[in-house]
């Protein structure tokens, strides 16, 4: 009996370091997980949005990679314009220049009616017979055709630079009254340099005034002749 006892004691003594060390092992766990915590609640004291990614930071805010950004303004899609030709300008100038200097010589040709006749009535009479000149009937004639097809290419040049997306309000208005001056317009409309539609204007309306002079200086020679 004693032997068993003495064994039991040593079986219990064995036994006690085993349930003493289970103790201390799950108090040291405890306390470093109480450390652990404190770590933790001192950083967020520090800091209180590094921990939290779903608490809403004040001084950085978190951004969401599908979510559009409300300061990018949103354009919407436009079609590209098309391309504007030159083909209908160039021939516009060409057939406009022509159309100037037919202009001064038929212009030219009647102001020889007044250097012809002394009265009103003789100018008249040599007025009709410079137009009756096959000349000045082909002439006349072939300024109608390309007065019809500077109408028809103006047409064609509007409408494309209407599909281009540029105003054609102003460009109608010059295309009516003032033709030689509509490519300086349309110029301004395409960002184009406009020096050289300058010129061209310049030219063709010197043509109109020196015709327009041509005209003036022999009606005052008529008039001369009959006073005196």
């Known amino acids: 009996m004693e032997e068993m006892n003495q064994n039991n004691e040593e079986v219990v003594i064995e036994q006690r370091p085993s ?3 289970g103790r201390t092992a799950y108090q ?3 306390q470093e997980e109480q450390e652990n915590a ?7 004291e520090q800091n ?3 921990e939290n990614p779903y608490q809403e930071n004040p001084y950085q805010q978190w951004q969401n ?3 559009q950004n409300p300061y990018q303004q949103y354009t919407p899609y436009e079609e590209p314009k098309q391309k504007v030709k030159q083909v209908f300008a160039y021939i516009l100038m060409v057939l406009i220049a022509i159309t100037g200097i037919i202009n001064l010589v038929t212009t030219m040709l009647s102001a020889e009616a007044y250097h012809i006749g002394n009265s009103l009535e003789e100018v008249v009479n040599a007025t009709l017979a410079i137009a009756e000149q096959p000349l000045f009937s082909v002439l006349s004639t072939f ?3 390309i007065f019809i097809a ?3 290419l103006f047409v064609f040049d509007i409408r494309q630079l209407y599909k281009a997306g540029n105003k054609i309000t102003g460009a109608i208005l010059f295309a009516i009254f003032l033709r030689p001056a509509y490519f300086i317009w349309r110029a301004y409309l395409l960002g184009q340099k406009k020096a050289g539609p300058i010129v061209y204007t310049v030219c063709v ?3 109109s005034f020196i015709g327009f002079f041509v005209m003036m200086l022999a009606a005052s020679a008529m008039v001369l002749r009959t006073m005196y």
């Open 143 to 145: 300024g109608d055709f």
């Open 65 to 67: 990679p599908y979510q």
């Open 28 to 30: 040291q766990q405890m």
């Open 205 to 207: 309306y010197l043509l």
């Open 38 to 44: 404190q770590q933790e609640l001192n950083m967020q």
């Open 48 to 50: 209180p949005y590094q």
């Open 19 to 21: 349930t003493k060390y």
């Open 150 to 152: 500077t109408v028809v």
